[in-house]
T-cell receptor, first 113, second 112 residues
């Protein structure tokens, strides 16, 4: 089955710890994206990558880092510098060109205690 | 900057029709998307408009007016399962990896 997977579904961390969220896709998409969603709000773009070994900051990149070593994978690290890390994190992928929509993974709910 | 506005919440009755409006002011325009998101789940694609007019897909229709910076999503014959948030998103440009800018979402509650 083609799709996007994110793991884990729920994640708990202590304040001050870095944590890495995984995102894998087997849709052969060039572009991948990370969004953050806070309760009752829309999606805000953290980072995106158009191609392997390249990525760009989105609107709220501070306190986050990413890598894109493989086409299929785009992990997000939430660092201790992120002031309010508790949120729902969504990964998406898309062709990167043309009119096609982005496809979303199931999300990871991160709670920092 | 980019600005996309939607109502926060709407309530409607099962079997009725609901229209969710979206207005946008963006640096460019290269398409508008509507997504449905049930609580705690991933958004799923509903519709795409890039030219003016109405796109119909079963019980869902989406309309676009580029000159007015305006779109709406029309949900007909509402069912209880349509209770969800509906997200309007604009693609300002096809460059830069087809990034989308999202509105805050409209939560629709369908009552029996």
């Amino acid at each position: 089955d083609g799709g996007i997977t994110q793991s884990p579904k729920y994640l708990f961390r202590k304040e001050g710890q870095n944590v890495t969220l995984s995102c894998e896709q087997n849709l052969n998409h060039d572009a991948m994206y990370w969004y953050r969603q806070d309760p009752g709000q829309g999606l805000r773009l953290i980072y995106y990558s158009q191609i392997v070994n390249d990525f760009q900051k989105g609107d709220i990149a501070e306190g986050y880092s990413v890598s894109r070593e493989k086409k299929e994978s785009f992990p997000l690290t939430v660092t201790s510098a992120q002031k309010n890390p508790t949120a729902f994190y969504l990964c998406a992928s898309g062709p990167g060109t043309g009119n096609n929509e982005q496809f979303f993974g199931p999300g990871t709910r991160l709670t920092v205690l | 900057g980019q600005n996309i506005d939607q109502p926060t919440e709407m309530t409607a009755t099962e079997g009725a029709i609901v229209q969710i409006n979206c207005t946008y002011q963006t640096s460019g325009f290269n398409g508008l998307f509507w997504y449905q998101q049930h609580a705690g789940e991933a958004p799923t694609f509903l519709s795409y408009n890039v030219l003016d007019g109405l796109e119909e897909k079963g019980r869902f229709s989406s309309f676009l007016s580029r000159s007015k910076g305006y779109s709406y999503l029309l949900l007909k014959e509402l069912q209880m399962k349509d209770s969800a948030s509906y997200l309007c998103a604009v693609r300002p440009t096809k460059a830069a990896g087809n990034k989308l800018t999202f509105g805050g979402g409209t939560r629709v509650l369908v009552k029996p």
